[in-house]
């Protein structure tokens, strides 16, 4: 089953084949890629789409939401974001709107990466708004095991 109609397909180019314990490659390759799964806020159970890509010390990316399963009135909006991380914490701030919504507000969020690279969780930072969990649909990145 598609997660979004196509005009959100994400255009992220695979990063690495997966391999045993990874570590990243660099820190910038940690959140490149495209991430999907769900949010919650006053509209309810969110369909939510992450493409994210290296830019400098941050990333940037695009945050798309759509209806979900048991939520199909949720209307479909997109808009810029910008990433960065201290202390393992990732930070998502809203930027411009790319397709708004009436009656729609931006939201960021914080969260962590899972251990295996695969899951990024945390809470949505605005109010009346719970939790995101998204799940990593490229690879995450893989160096070798080899010491230099």
């Known amino acids: 089953m598609t997660f979004l109609p196509t005009k959100f397909a994400p255009t992220a180019v695979v990063l690495a084949a997966l391999w045993g314990a990874m570590l990243p490659a660099s820190a910038a390759d940690l959140l ?19 493409v994210i890509m ?28 910008t990433v960065t991380e201290t202390a393992g914490v990732y930070t998502i701030m809203p930027g411009d709107w790319v ?3 009436d009656g729609y507000a931006a939201v960021g969020g914080s ?6 690279m ?15 969990e998204v799940t990593r649909l490229t690879p995450p990145p893989a160096i070798s095991r080899k010491k230099k």
């Open 32 to 50: 490149t890629g495209d991430w999907h799964g769900s949010y919650i806020c006053y509209q309810g159970l969110t369909r939510l789409a992450l």
């Open 54 to 81: 290296p830019d400098g010390d941050r990333w940037t990316g695009r945050f798309m939401f759509g209806p979900h399963e048991s939520n199909p009135n949720v209307p479909f909006g997109s808009y810029d974001i």
């Open 99 to 101: 397709d708004q919504p």
């Open 111 to 116: 969260g962590t990466l899972s251990a295996d």
């Open 118 to 132: 695969m899951t990024l969780s945390g809470k949505v930072n605005f109010d009346g708004c719970g939790g995101f």
